[in-house]
């Protein structure tokens, strides 16, 4: 009769099977997988490394590392992402949130003072920013836009888990098109797409070849989304409303020439954690 295998050996071998296929962090992504697949958090997995694994078991955690040797995101096997202390369902449909972002959000609310009343997140994908300004500030009213059907489904998900309705609006629209006519914002926030294509095929495969390629790369430039929320945005933020947007750090020459072009006249360029000038904001 063979032994059966307990939660350390696993590990072990999953890291093991993670690393031979090129995975960063392979023990992490082990762990959080294992895990996962056991309902237990990383914390808890330690208390029970001697604990032997059934055989269904063992067949969950085999599904999971297959698909992760295979390069797909870890958040999208598990289902879920963390943001701004917000556990937000994560899948195909829609970018996976990442730590700048995270780092915008938290600018805005510590340089944002008062609150702005009126928000709008353009490119809401999963619906991130819009959810984690809509905890921030309770007393706002935030729309999340977003072109995708798709993305916007996830991004209704993740407002009704928060329990942010109808305080965070959805609306499908291509940038501002099919917004409403006349409606003010206090603050636009996005995270475009703004790779170059051949940046875009450069990205890791868990990039590459499993998240959405229209929420990466607008076009052959990199600016073609940025030029059309830059050019849309003065007449739809209110008398000193700001617009705050995550761009390429290679790209602040060309969008303050954009920022003049629509008539702002006053703009920051603002570093992200690594120190790269990654944020652009605008003031009305």
Not at 101 to 125: F, S
Not at 162 to 179: C, I, N, T, Y
Not at 251 to 260: N, R
């Amino acid at each position: 009769m063979t032994a059966m295998r307990t939660v350390l050996e696993v590990l072990k071998m999953s890291a093991d099977f993670l690393g031979g296929k090129g995975v960063e962090n392979p023990r992490l992504n082990a762990e959080l997988l294992v895990g996962h697949a056991l309902g237990l958090k990383r914390m808890q997995l330690y208390l029970q490394f001697e604990r032997p694994l059934a055989e269904e078991e063992l067949e969950t955690i085999r599904g999971f590392l297959r698909r992760r040797g295979q390069h797909e995101p870890w958040q999208y096997i598990i289902g879920e992402t963390e943001f701004s202390g917000l556990v937000l369902k994560a899948d195909a449909r829609a970018l996976i949130p990442r730590p700048e972002t995270e780092y915008m959000v938290e600018l805005l609310t510590k340089r944002l003072t008062p609150p702005p009343a009126r928000v709008l997140d353009l490119g809401t994908g999963s619906g991130a920013i819009a959810l984690a300004l809509a905890i921030q500030w309770p007393q706002a009213q935030v729309t999340a836009v977003d072109c995708s059907a798709e993305a916007l489904a996830l991004a209704r998900e993740n407002v009704r888990r928060a329990g942010l309705e109808p305080r965070v609006r959805l609306l499908q629209s291509d940038w501002f098109a099919s917004m409403p006519s006349g409606e003010c914002f206090d603050l636009i926030v996005s995270n475009p797409p703004y790779l170059t294509e051949g940046e875009a095929d450069a990205t890791a495969a868990e990039v590459r070849n499993f998240e959405p390629r229209t929420a990466l790369t607008p076009g052959a430039t990199g600016l073609e989304a940025i030029q059309g929320i830059i050019g849309g945005a003065r007449a739809r933020l209110g008398e000193g409303g700001l617009l705050a947007m995550e761009t390429g750090i290679a790209q602040h020459t060309a969008i303050a020439g954009l920022f003049s072009d629509a008539g702002f006249s006053r703009h920051e360029f603002i570093a992200d954690l690594t120190g790269r000038p990654r944020f652009a904001w605008c003031w009305a």
